[in-house]
């Protein structure tokens, strides 16, 4: 028997397996037998499949995700639209969010679409579901804010052969100043225009901790995030920090990011916040009160507290 195919990810050989398991009802030692693998590695082609959005598993089912939980989020938080994802033990939570948030734009982009992304887990996750998705439909992808290596590395892992249009700047510089030249140069401020412009905006919801994305890449310190949390800090949005009713705060650190600020995601259509957890709460629920977004992705047991949490 013949263990592994030329190519982990060959697309025909991927089509053929998934084909068979799904629509043709075989097991999985089945397909292996039919076209002489390994059942291991059909497993690992339809896991493969899967993460790529090569293969979309649609569950016809009125009670699919948690509707009702959904219905209530939507009505408490004004939200154009919602998504709540059954709770799952041990898994990774942000890699299920992500993988959700790509399901629910695998259903809303149209061919020629675009798409503008921040950065942090969840979204990275996102971003790697969508890689196929993405170069099938032709969609024009946009940067959010600077960091340019943060989005190359999501795009490289994603496989992606469409060229992603991002900002050419870091995420925070040295100066305001710098900043302010930066975002006058027509390159930067006609792709920021085209990012708030685009069909769909995907961001993740960073909390005040010091396991937070912004630490984690260095753009603020984990000292800073003690004063941050005292001056009232409730989440963060693009490395724009809010507070407990989602109204921007007037930080330093604000005049020194490169990308799009608050003011301009709440005038926006269609911003997708995608983020859960119990860290996530408080920052998901502020980010709510202050009307930052108009859909919302997470898990059934933060939607629940953000439901209670509303209620205080």
Same mark, same amino acid.
Not at 171 to 193: G, K
Not at 200 to 207: H, R, S
């Given at each position: 028997?013949?263990?592994? +195919?030329?190519?982990?990810?060959?697309?025909? @050989?991927? #089509?053929? $397996?998934a084909w068979l398991y799904y629509n043709d009802g075989l097991t999985q030692s089945?397909?292996? /037998?039919?076209?002489?693998?390994?059942?291991?590695?059909?497993?690992?082609?339809?896991?493969a499949g899967r993460a790529s959005g090569l293969i979309e598993v649609r569950i016809n089912s009125r009670q699919q995700g948690c509707l009702e939980i959904e219905t209530r989020l939507q009505e408490r938080f004004r939200l154009k639209d919602c998504? $709540?994802?059954?709770?799952s033990a041990g898994s990774d939570v942000d890699a299920r969010i992500g993988q959700a948030a790509a399901n629910y734009l695998m259903q809303k982009l149209a061919p020629g679409d675009s798409l503008a992304v921040g950065w942090g %887990? !969840? $979204?990275?996750? #996102?971003?790697? =579901? @969508?890689? /196929? $998705? =993405?170069?099938?439909?032709?969609?024009?992808l946009f940067s959010l804010t600077g960091g340019v290596q943060t989005y190359v590395q999501g795009m490289r892992e994603a496989h992606w052969d469409r060229t992603p249009n991002i900002i050419p700047a870091p995420?925070? =510089?040295?100066?305001?100043? @710098? %900043?302010? %030249?930066?975002?006058?140069?027509?390159?930067?401020?006609?792709?920021?225009?085209q990012a708030i412009a685009a069909d769909?905006?995907?961001?993740?919801?960073?909390?005040i901790s010091e396991q937070a994305t912004v630490v984690a890449q260095g753009y603020i310190t984990a000292g800073e995030i003690e004063p941050l949390r005292r001056s009232g800090a409730r989440g963060d949005v693009l490395c724009r920090f809010y507070d407990r009713t989602g109204q921007d705060m007037e930080l330093p650190l604000h005049e020194r990011v490169i990308g799009v600020d608050l003011v301009q995601l709440r005038d926006c259509e269609q911003v997708i916040g995608a983020a859960g957890g119990p860290n996530? =709460? !408080?920052?998901?629920?502020? +980010?709510?009160?202050?009307?930052i977004l108009d859909i919302l992705v997470t898990d059934e047991s933060t939607a629940l507290s953000l439901l209670d949490a509303a209620e205080d």
């Open positions: 028997m013949e263990e592994l +195919a030329p190519n982990e990810t060959d697309e025909a @050989l991927l #089509a053929r $397996v089945e397909v292996g /037998h039919q076209l002489n693998l390994s059942r291991i590695k059909v497993s690992r082609l339809l896991d998504r $709540v994802i059954p709770d %887990a !969840t $979204v990275s996750n #996102a971003i790697r =579901v @969508l890689g /196929h $998705v =993405v170069q099938e439909r032709r969609i024009e995420l925070v =510089v040295s100066t305001p100043e @710098l %900043a302010a %030249a930066l975002l006058r140069e027509p390159a930067i401020s006609s792709l920021l225009n769909y905006k995907l961001v993740g919801i960073g909390g996530k =709460v !408080t920052p998901i629920l502020a +980010a709510l009160r202050g009307q």
